[in-house]
């Protein structure tokens, strides 16, 4: 390994040791793997919303009997944002629409094991974007045809 390489590989230490700090287990994977990532076209529910920081998420579901067989994400944000779409992609899929409007900021913190404080709205962001995409499947199962006039 070159001086260089060496560097950069103890910085990369040092970062992640600050990380693991802040952030939990759950956290640091979902936001190094994140799962589901994407967005379906012609989905069944989708939405897009900008949280208080300007950062926006996008969140698509299919939903078959009233339950959601798959939800997908995107996101411009933050590590943070990108660890709690992947969670809350986690969360809804396999969830009944009933089930699935209880996911809130609180329960995403919960199950991801908390967020620092200045990193809480990212939840906020996820959990918002979800009910809205709910919000449009609902929408769209009284008007199907708007969902093919909408983008994506
Ligand atoms: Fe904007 Fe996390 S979503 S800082």
């Known amino acids: 390994m070159s001086d260089i390489e060496n560097i950069a590989d103890e910085l990369q230490k040092q970062i992640m040791a600050e990380v693991k700090l802040k952030y939990s287990q759950k956290v640091i994977d979902s936001w190094q793997h994140p799962q589901n990532w994407g967005i379906m076209h012609h989905a069944d529910g989708y939405a897009k919303v900008a949280g208080p920081c300007g950062d926006t998420m996008e969140i698509s579901i299919t939903v078959k009997n009233a339950t959601i067989k798959k939800c997908t994400y995107d996101t411009d944000g933050c590590g ?33 094991g908390g967020l620092p404080d200045e990193s809480k709205h990212c939840a906020l962001l996820a959990a918002n974007t979800l009910q809205c995409a709910i919000r449009d499947y609902k929408n769209n199962k009284r008007a199907p045809w708007k969902q093919y006039y909408r983008s994506p």
Do not use: D, H, W, Y
């Not at 709690?84 to 900021?105: D, H, L, R």
């Open 80 to 112: 943070p944002s990108i660890a709690c779409g992947s969670i809350i992609t986690e969360m809804a899929t396999g969830k009944t629409i009933e089930q699935a409007k209880k996911i809130n900021q609180e329960r995403v913190l919960a199950f991801c």
